[in-house]
Every structure is written in structure tokens, then in C-alpha cells.
């Protein structure tokens, strides 16, 4: 379609001398002739003083005889592709590299995810962040960027003080210890801190400040106390992900950054873009960038806070990746902080694009049949015990079917992360495990299943050999062509807003038009040259259809 917009702006330049009005093309419904609509016509007729149906006739008049076009309505035109063009066009075009681009050839991003926290257990707060992260850098590849992953663990900060009070009360030996043992003990901690403060006391949050002064300043005991539960925190996170198929290149945590924020924190007080508070503490004004509350960088009693490792890591990544574009893949909670750690940034005369990959949160339907958040007040949801009763639903659900437990994983994790992309980010997903797992719809099963049987075609064709078809038509074949040929423009053209979930839209689109394919297109039992025609494209159906998945992170089945 690009070439034809290219080809109608310069007829509507020749024509009227207008070079100001977009050409669009929208997909025309079933029972509607012509594959492609443009309103172009219409947009003009006023400006040109004609009738819309007149403009069309002009318009089309000026265009050659590669496509069919015709008039629609009140002055739609339509446009019909040729079958054959489009095979010909996927045949010119197609190669291992099919659907990439090197649009972001020298151009390198950071993407950060799932950025987990140490001392609690991987809860469902933090698929999101996995999946749109591992999702973002496939694109991003697929466009030609280089990509540096970087797991940015929430490892300092109040999380390990309220971790070693807790333990201390528990009673608990540190051999002993598991991370469900820690993710307790973290919650009634909190709580108890919550109920001191109500009464006004102070003594557990002093001790936890405490702990925390002690393990900045390599206490021993905190120095122990944190390399034991790290290791835990660790090995746990690192299992979790292995589940998911997601993993990252680098994994620098919050406390790695905690020393050269301070120091940075000194070089900008003193050449004058932070300031000093009173009580010590120390902030950084962000008027200029129209945000009136200053960017809290130093505690009053000189630790560090989350900002000051955040300050420090964007020039760590500055100085050692030099990076055009950082994505931090970080809940909606975050919005306003990460705007103040980027307007930080510009102040600081860093230039790099920064984008908060933000997202809304995973809902379930409660007993009250009332729309909640999933981990919510009633307890946290983990993901361990969220990825164990995935795969006990399809365990069921193919109960006759006698999958591997590699294919069963493959399954339960495409179900969950293809759900997490059915709408855009933004808004918030509901975890409805009928419609998540189920082999029919929107789902992720219904397109990895739709890709099995292909393999499956692809598999008993093997012995068969291929004849010549040059002259065989497509027709009964337009449908998939069409939405075969799309992919190389959606990869490119989501990219720039990162618009991930259009990917899924996608998929489930190819996997539905493969569906109708099938059922009125015989290729087994067809004669050689349609076998062979038709064995070609769904080669290549395969072929887009996995990438298209894979891009977010959705492995495919052996059997299903
Ligand atoms: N660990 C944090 C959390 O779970 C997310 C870290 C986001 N990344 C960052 N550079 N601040 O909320």
C-alpha cells in the first residue's frame, strides 16, 4: 500500500497542488468489493470545489492498471490487489530475514525488566514488567537496534532493614530460611510497622533505619545478613524467570549505585543544580521542566534513597553503553517519579530518549463479583503458584493428548504472556483463566495451536516433491497473502510507540485467516502444482506466524 499512497499524493499534487493531506487506507469489510479503502476523495472534495465522486473519477483516472480500482458509496475508492501480485511481492521480499528491518541500524537501547525485588518472592506484580520487557527488546531487535537487557533488582533501600527486624523477631535461623519464609516475614513486619506508627511509636522503624546505616557502613553481621538472603532472593527470581523463558544480559541492582549516587549527589550540589535542605537532605528543582515538587536525592541523615541509585545509573549506562533510548519497564504506580527522574536527566545534560513502559494491573473477579486487583489486600499472588495452576489447567485441559511437560510449560507460559498483550498496556487485564487458556478466541493457545497444525501439514508433506507452480493463481489464497504481507510494516510500524499489543492483534488475525484456509483448501489430497503452491505459502504463514509470537516471547508446542 505504501507504494500506491506514494504514487496518489503525487497525482492529488499534480491534480489540485494540495501536498498537505495524508493518504490513508483502511481494510475494507467482507461484503464489500475491493481489499482497500481511502476517504482521500472525499476529504478533498470541499477544497477543490467538486464533488467527492468526481474527485475519486479523477483521482483514479491517473492511476496505472496495477490494481482494480472502483468507487464506493459516496466517494469511497476502493482498491482490489491481485492475488498473484501479493505473491509475487512475498516471493521477491522474503528471506530468513523476513519482518526484520535495520531502521534502528547503530542505534542502541537499554531495556530494563522484569527489575524485581530482593527479600520477597516473585509475586504477580512483576509479570508484566517480564513480559512487555522481553517483548520491547524482541522488537526492538527485529528493527535493528542493538538491545542491552538489565534485570535492575531492588536490592537496598527499606526492603532489607524491614527484612532483618522481622527476622530477628521471627526466631528463624538463617540456614533455615527459605524466600517464602522471607516474603512472610517481610508482610508482618510491614504490618507491625504500620500498627507502631498508628500508636506513634517509632522503635522497629529505628531499628530498621539502623539496619540499613549498618549495612552501608559493611557491618559485618548486615553484610551477612544480605549476601545470605541475596542468594536466596536470587536463586528464586533466576528459577522464576527460567519458567518464563525471559532472562537478561545485565543484573545490576539498586545497591550497586547507591555509593556513586551520593558522590553524584556532592559534584551537582556543588556546581549548583541541586540544593540543600536545612535538615541536610537534598533536592533537585525540576521547575523548568514544569514539575513543581523537587526530586528528593539525599536523606537528611545521608543515605541514599531509590532516586539517588536512579540518578546514578542513568550516567553508569551513559558513560558504558551510551544509549539513545533506556526503557524502564515499570508499573503505573511509578508515572510521577519516573517524569521527575527524567526531566533530572535533561537538567543533568543527559539526552538520551527515556520511556516508562508503564502498564495497568492484573484484575481478578472476587467472591463479591467485584473487579480487584489480583495481589491485593486478602495476600500476594506469586507467581510460582500463579505458573503451577497454569499448567495444571492444561494439563487438564489436553488431559488426552500427552504432552511433554516442556510443551505443557510452553502452553500455560504463552497462555499467561499473550494475555498480558490482548489490549494496550494501559489498560488493566483480567485474569479470566476461561478465556486465557482456552483454545478458541483471543487467546494465545488458539494461535500457538494454529501454528501446530501448520508445522503438523509441513511435517507430512516432507516426502513430497515440489513441482513448478509460476502460473498457479492464489486465489483461493488472498486472504492469508494479504495478512501475510502486512507483517513487515506492523513489525516496523509499531516499534516507534511500542505499541506491543497490536502484535497480538495480529497474530490472532494470521491465525483466524489460516483457520478459514483450511477449512475449504485441501493440500494433501490436491493436485502437485496447487500441493506445492500451497505448501510454499504455508511455509511462509509458519514462519510469520512464529516470529510474529515469538516477538512476544511465545514459544510454540511440539504437539498440542
Ligand atoms: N524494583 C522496582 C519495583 O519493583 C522497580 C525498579 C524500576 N527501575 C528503576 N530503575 N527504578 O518497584
Redesign the pocket.
Known amino acids: 500500500m505504501e507504494n500506491l499512497k506514494t504514487q496518489i499524493k503525487g497525482i492529488i499534487k499534480a491534480l489540485y497542488d494540495i501536498d498537505d493531506t495524508p493518504v490513508d487506507f483502511s481494510e475494507v469489510p467482507a461484503n464489500i468489493a475491493g481489499d482497500y479503502s481511502t476517504n482521500i476523495a472525499m476529504r478533498l472534495a470541499k477544497r477543490v470545489g467538486k464533488n467527492p465522486r468526481q474527485v475519486a473519477e479523477e483521482i483514479i483516472a491517473k492511476l496505472g492498471d496495477e490494481y482494480v480500482f472502483m468507487i464506493a458509496g459516496p466517494g469511497f475508492i476502493n482498491v482490489e490487489v491481485s492475488a498473484k501480485k501479493l505473491q509475487e511481492k512475498l516471493a521477491s521480499e522474503f528471506s530468513e530475514n523476513y519482518g526484520s528491518n535495520n531502521s534502528g541500524e547503530g542505534k542502541t537501547a537499554i531495556v ?1 525488566f522484569p ?3 530482593m527479600a520477597k518472592p516473585y509475586s504477580v506484580g ?1 509479570l508484566r514488567p517480564g513480559t512487555q520487557g522481553w517483548a520491547t527488546k524482541k522488537l526492538l531487535e527485529a528493527n535493528g537496534w542493538k538491545v542491552i537487557t538489565d534485570n ?1 533488582l ?1 536490592d537496598t533501600g527499606t526492603p532489607f532493614g524491614v527484612w532483618v527486624v522481622g527476622f530477628l523477631r521471627s526466631g528463624k535461623s538463617l540456614d533455615e530460611v527459605t524466600i517464602y519464609d522471607l516474603g512472610q516475614i517481610y508482610i508482618d513486619t510491614k504490618k507491625a510497622l504500620k500498627e507502631e506508627a498508628a500508636e506513634g511509636k517509632h522503635e522497629l522503624a529505628d531499628q530498621t533505619q539502623e539496619w540499613l546505616q549498618k549495612l552501608e557502613a559493611k557491618d559485618a553481621q548486615a553484610v551477612e545478613y544480605s549476601e545470605r538472603f541475596n542468594k536466596i532472593s536470587l536463586d528464586h527470581i533466576h528459577n522464576v524467570m527460567k519458567r518464563m523463558s525471559i532472562s537478561t544480559d545485565l543484573e545490576l541492582g539498586e545497591s550497586f549505585y547507591a555509593e556513586p549516587g551520593k558522590e553524584l549527589v556532592q559534584k551537582f550540589l556543588a556546581e549548583g543544580k541541586f540544593e540543600q535542605n536545612d535538615d541536610g537532605s537534598v533536592i533537585c528543582r525540576l521547575d523548568e521542566a514544569g514539575i513543581d515538587v523537587p526530586m528528593l536525592v539525599l536523606k537528611s541523615n545521608g543515605t541514599a534513597l ?1 532516586a539517588t541509585t ?1 540518578l546514578a ?1 542513568m550516567f553508569y549506562r551513559k558513560e558504558h553503553y551510551n544509549p539513545d533510548l533506556v526503557v ?1 519497564c ?1 508499573g503505573a504506580e ?1 508515572k510521577f517519579y519516573f517524569e521527575q527522574l527524567f526531566a533530572m536527566g535533561k537538567k543533568l545534560g543527559l539526552t538520551q530518549e527515556n520511556f516508562h513502559l508503564w502498564f495497568g494491573t492484573i484484575d481478578i473477579v472476587n467472591d463479591e463479583g467485584k473487579r480487584e486487583k489480583m495481589s491485593s489486600r486478602k495476600g500476594v499472588v506469586l507467581l510460582e503458584a500463579m505458573l503451577d495452576d497454569a499448567e495444571a489447567r492444561v494439563r487438564k485441559n489436553f488431559a488426552n493428548s500427552e504432552l511433554s511437560d516442556e510443551d505443557i510449560r510452553r502452553i500455560a507460559t504463552g497462555a499467561i504472556k499473550f494475555s498480558d498483550f490482548v489490549a494496550d498496556r494501559k489498560m488493566g487485564i483480567l485474569y479470566d483463566p476461561d478465556k486465557i487458556f482456552a483454545l478458541t478466541g483471543f487467546s494465545g493457545p488458539f494461535c500457538q495451536y494454529a501454528d501446530v497444525r501448520l508445522r503438523r501439514i509441513i511435517e507430512k508433506n516432507k516426502d513430497f516433491v515440489r513441482v513448478d507452480f509460476v502460473d498457479y493463481d492464489f486465489v483461493a489464497e488472498k486472504d492469508l497473502l494479504i495478512q501475510i504481507n502486512k507483517f513487515p510494516e506492523l513489525v516496523s510500524g509499531v516499534v516507534e510507540k511500542l505499541e506491543l499489543h497490536k502484535i497480538a492483534g495480529y497474530c490472532f488475525e494470521l491465525a483466524q485467516a489460516l483457520n478459514r484456509y483450511y477449512e475449504k483448501t485441501p493440500i494433501l489430497q490436491a493436485e502437485d502444482k496447487e500441493r506445492s503452491a500451497r505448501l510454499w505459502l504455508i511455509e511462509k504463514a509458519d514462519f510469520v506466524l512464529s516470529k510474529a509470537l515469538d516477538l512476544l516471547g511465545v514459544e510454540i508446542p511440539e504437539k498440542m
Open positions: 530494563e527489575s524485581t525485588n512483576h535492575h531492588g531509590y536512579d545509573c524502564y515499570v511509578q
